[in-house]
T-cell receptor, first 113, second 115 residues
Framework: DQQVKQNSPSLSVQEGRISILNCDYT??????FLWYKKYPAEGPTFLIS?????DKNEDGRFTVFLNKSAKHLSLHIVPSQPGDSAVYFC????????????FGSGTQLTVLP | NAGVMQNPRHLVRRRGQEARLRCSPM?????VYWYRQLPEEGLKFMVY????????ESGMPKERFSAEFPKEGPSILRIQQVVRGDSAAYFC?????????????FGPGTRLTVL
């Protein structure tokens, strides 16, 4: 049973436009949500996170939105750049001893010049 | 400040051999996590360790897999009697002590190929 789902395996966006990556989760015990970016043959790199007590967090070109009632979060990248082309993973974790991350299956973002 | 180090980066083993994967966390980090990524899938949690303690091994296969994080030295993920299905990328992550939910810093991974 997938607790974190990324239903779009791929997304193509024109350079300068907005990229919107989506993620759904089923476990209401998750307290933190994170986005990671991954290039081939490298480890995931942390991008941005959000606590369940917030509905928005912004860092430069990256904004994460959380809708707890819908159990949905999204990552907005604006403006998109060719260097943003990578696989983006959504992840979630609980609190206390439940520190492990539960990952979605990833979305391959391609930003076209 | 060096990041999370993993070695070897690539490991080839024949069926039935043992694989040992090493992970050195970032300086000051006392929490280590191992994840496995099968082809075309996301990362799956395997085990969470602190120094000399296994905190959560709920993601570890019941047989052939073990992990340790000794007082001195790197964390080791050990796979005995490897099978073709163990071929995957194994990632180690670390985090500092403190509140849950903080980001985890990942190493570059070890790509295990079982012939």
């Amino acid at each position: 049973d997938q607790q974190v789902k990324q239903n779009s395996p791929s997304l193509s966006v024109q350079e300068g436009r907005i990229s919107i990556l989506n993620c759904d989760y089923t476990n209401s015990m998750f307290d933190y949500f994170l986005w990671y970016k991954k290039y081939p043959a490298e480890g995931p790199t942390f991008l941005i996170s959000i606590s369940s007590i917030k509905d928005k967090n912004e860092d430069g070109r990256f904004t994460v939105f959380l809708n707890k009632s819908a159990k949905h979060l999204s990552l907005h990248i604006v403006p998109s750049q060719p260097g943003d082309s990578a696989v983006y993973f959504c992840a979630a974790s609980g609190s206390g001893s439940a520190r492990q991350l539960t990952f979605g299956s990833g979305t391959q973002l391609t930003v076209l010049p | 400040n060096a990041g999370v180090m993993q070695n070897p980066r690539h490991l080839v083993r024949r069926r039935g051999q043992e694989a040992r994967l090493r992970c050195s966390p970032m300086k000051g980090h006392s929490h280590v996590y191992w994840y496995r990524q099968l082809p075309e899938e996301g990362l799956k949690f395997m085990v969470y360790l602190q120094k000399e303690n296994i905190i959560d091994e709920s993601g570890m296969p019941k047989e052939r897999f073990s992990a340790e994080f000794p007082k001195e030295g790197p964390s080791i993920l050990r796979i005995q009697q490897v099978v073709r299905g163990d071929s995957a990328a194994y990632f180690c992550a670390s985090s500092p002590p403190g509140l849950a939910g903080g980001e985890q810093f990942f190493g570059p991974g070890t790509r295990l190929t079982v012939l």
